[in-house]
């Protein structure tokens, strides 16, 4: 085991999109910044659906962000698959789409990609190398063992952060549990992300199916543990696969060709995202739209953030106390408002009769905001129809 001790200025723990991002922001700036991340290879196995939104709709999406230029100029080789539609199904099968422009990156080369301009930015990386926040510094260990003494610490670590923990900054929240297969050989419609709603396809949740080209696509459950009830995710995914009235027309026939699982934040930022020289982003700091679980955008603008804000702290030009005011800014809103959308939503979660009748009062375009985290005039009226219940 190799050791590594070293001080640095900025140390970034976990190289997914928020972590690489911030550390090549934080590089660029002059700092010299260290990305550490536990994997033997950076980007696999992959926990993820892929599926991205267009520059366009995420400068609705997160209208007070800057869009990193990560974000918006995504390498073609990366994209695998490019969205028209987001067509969502009741549980009774109904249909309602709108018009959402999407791409499908590879997660598995798009986070290499990141990681790779982390270090043509200047920052080193180490992989295989685990770290754990104790006493106010970094110690490795797998592939190396040491101790990183930092003067900014981000940690970009995921669901589960271990740095959240060792700052006292994490915050028992609701997540929401997901189980995604790639498929091969499936009729899909190519130009669609689709969500199916339903207490059996996907209590508490809803399932998908995100192209990945030709007759590929990533096909997931996201659900949450209080309301399957004992229930094995795989199962409710193979049910959904084999028995879905509308999926089973398109999946059947497919082949499993990767079975990916993961966490998602579904509870928002947690009450405070810094402590001292500590700074949270991405998956680690519940940056997670939760009415879609989607977290890659969200991860890339907080990384990009977290990275300049330790760099021009560094330099004198900004305090790190200014992070939270910044993330804030950039996606506070939109974050709260998808939680509390989330909160609505879950009331109506256990019965298919009232998810059908949400679906049949909410126009597409309403849909799209809700989806969007924007709250629209008729879920508010909905919210009141279940306080007065
Ligand atoms: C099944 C599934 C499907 C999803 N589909 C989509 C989707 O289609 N679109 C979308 O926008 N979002 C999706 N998400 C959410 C998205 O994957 C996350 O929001 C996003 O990856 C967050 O990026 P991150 O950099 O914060 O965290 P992560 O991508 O989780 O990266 C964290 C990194 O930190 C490393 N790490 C953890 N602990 C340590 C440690 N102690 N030391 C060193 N390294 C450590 C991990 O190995 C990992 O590489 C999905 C999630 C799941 C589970």
């Known amino acids: 085991m190799r050791r590594y001790d070293q001080k640095v200025e900025v140390a970034v723990v976990g190289a997914g999109p928020a972590g690489s991002v911030a550390a090549e922001a934080a590089a660029r700036l002059g700092a010299r910044a260290v990305l550490i991340e536990r994997k033997r290879e950076i980007g696999t196995p992959v926990q993820c659906g892929g599926f991205l939104p267009e520059v366009s709709e995420l400068e609705a999406l997160l209208p007070h962000a800057q869009i990193p230029e990560t974000l ?35 997660r598995r080369s798009f986070d290499r990609h990141l990681a790779w301009r982390a270090a043509r930015a200047g920052a080193e990386v180490l992989v295989d190398t685990r770290a754990d926040l104790s006493g106010g510094s970094l110690r490795l260990s797998g592939g190396r063992s040491g101790t990183v003494e930092a003067q900014v610490i981000i940690g970009a670590d995921g669901p589960s952060s271990a740095t959240a923990r060792g700052a006292n900054l994490a915050k028992r929240q609701e997540a929401g549990v997901c189980l995604e297969y790639e498929m091969a050989g499936v009729d899909i419609d190519p130009e669609a992300a689709e969500m199916y709603f339903g207490t059996k396809a996907a209590p508490g949740g809803y399932a998908w199916i995100i192209p990945l080209g030709e007759d590929v696509a990533n096909v997931g459950v996201g659900t949450r543990p209080a309301y399957i009830q ?41 009450p405070a995202i810094r402590r001292e020289n500590v700074l949270l982003a991405g998956d680690a700091a519940g940056m997670v739209m939760a009415t879609s679980g989607g977290g890659i955008p969200l991860a890339m603008v907080g990384g990009a953030i977290a990275g300049e804000v330790a760099a021009r702290a560094i330099s004198g030009e900004e305090s790190l106390a200014d992070y939270p005011g910044r993330i804030a800014t950039a996606m506070g809103q939109e974050l709260q408002n998808s939680v509390r959308i989330r909160e609505v939503v879950d009331r109506m979660m256990r019965s298919d009769r009232l998810m059908d009748g949400l679906f049949s009062m909410l126009p597409a375009d309403q849909m799209k905001a809700t989806m969007r985290g924007q709250i629209p005039r008729a879920l508010e009226m909905v919210q009141e129809m279940m306080d007065r219940r």
């Open 230 to 270: 004992g229930r094995r995710l795989r199962d409710i995914l193979d049910s959904f696969v084999a028995d879905h009235r509308i999926a089973k027309e398109k999946l059947s026939g497919g082949e499993v060709t990767a079975v990916m699982r993961g966490v998602v934040p579904a509870g928002g930022m947690p």
């Open 72 to 106: 918006a100029g995504i390498p073609e080789r990366y994209i695998l698959a490019r969205t028209r539609v987001q067509r969502i199904y009741s549980p009774s099968g109904d249909a309602k789409e709108f018009s959402v422009r999407g791409r499908v990156v590879d």
